[in-house]
């Protein structure tokens, strides 16, 4: 059985810098993390084995050092941060960033902004968080109800292309003043379309990365459309049976999968 592993998986810069500079804050006092810093258990049990705290509110935080997660928050939590007295650390992804300053400005030009993403997950939230009346939409179908006006479209960072290029295509059929920005980032871009040239050379795909990161759980959604594909968090996920009567494995991973769970998975199969 051979197995394939897709070019572009497992970490991004934007996740691989936010580990880094929480590494470089070990041994220097309290240190709390607002949300979760990236999407992967494996990473958050790590740090919390080092000391670090996770915190869902603001409120929890007295004193010490706030650590900003690589999805970001609305500007206005920065701020109440800060005037508490904290050390701030923002390891929010600079692409995440620049939808923020994207999103703002277009606001103040008039725009009403329309997201494409998953508004219960962290980077949509710290989009709206600062904008006064944003829509977000999961698909086309939710464009049936826009009424004419000025909109720019912009995306969650980790969506899939097609379907952006799909809502702004209807969007452009009825909206004269429209201003698209194709915000999805490089990395998922690149995952994304790695992942779909190994699902085509493959009898089974296994996508690696926690259950709750948009980018891997994107990964999953794109394969299955060519494969039968399983997503896994670790090794201790995978049922053997999966590889009967398979000859190739195809195997890639989420933005902010480590590479040793990756090498992992890949040696299970292997050495099955």
């Known amino acids: 059985m051979e197995v394939i592993r897709a070019k572009e998986a497992g970490f ?3 996740v691989k810098q936010a580990i880094d500079r929480i590494s470089t804050l070990h041994g220097k006092g309290d ?3 607002l949300g979760k810093l990236i999407h992967n258990p494996q990473v958050i049990d790590e740090l919390k084995g080092r000391g670090i705290k996770f915190v869902d509110n603001l409120d929890e935080v007295d004193h010490g050092t706030l650590v900003i997660s690589a999805h970001g928050i609305p500007d206005h939590i920065i701020h109440e941060a800060k005037k508490k007295g904290l050390d701030v650390i923002d390891t929010t992804c600079s692409l995440v960033k620049n939808v923020h300053n994207i999103t703002k400005e277009l606001e103040k030009k008039g725009y009403k902004i329309i997201i494409f993403g998953d508004k219960n ?3 949509v939230k710290g989009i709206t968080g600062n904008l006064d ?6 698909g086309v179908d939710d464009l049936d109800n826009i009424s004419p006006g000025k909109y720019a479209l912009v995306s969650q960072t980790t969506q899939e292309v097609i379907r952006f290029n799909e809502i702004g295509d209807k969007l452009k059929k009825n909206i004269t003043d429209l201003i698209i920005k194709d915000t999805i980032c490089s990395a ?3 995952r994304q379309e790695s992942a779909k040239q190994v699902a085509m050379q493959s009898d089974l795909m296994i996508v690696v990365g926690g259950l709750n990161s948009a980018n891997t759980r994107r990964l999953k959604e ?4 060519i ?5 896994i968090e670790s090794t201790s996920d995978i049922d053997r049976s999966l590889f009967y009567g398979k000859n190739i494995i195809g195997v890639t991973a989420g933005a902010s999968t480590p590479e040793n769970v990756i090498k992992e998975v890949i040696g299970l199969i292997t050495n099955r």
């Open 133 to 138: 009346d944003p829509i977000v939409i999961s």
């Open 227 to 231: 494969v039968h594909t399983v997503h």
């Open 12 to 14: 991004c810069f934007g």
């Open 121 to 123: 997950h962290t980077e």
């Open 222 to 225: 794109i394969c299955s459309k």
């Open 188 to 190: 998922t871009k690149l």
């Open 31 to 33: 240190i709390f993390v």
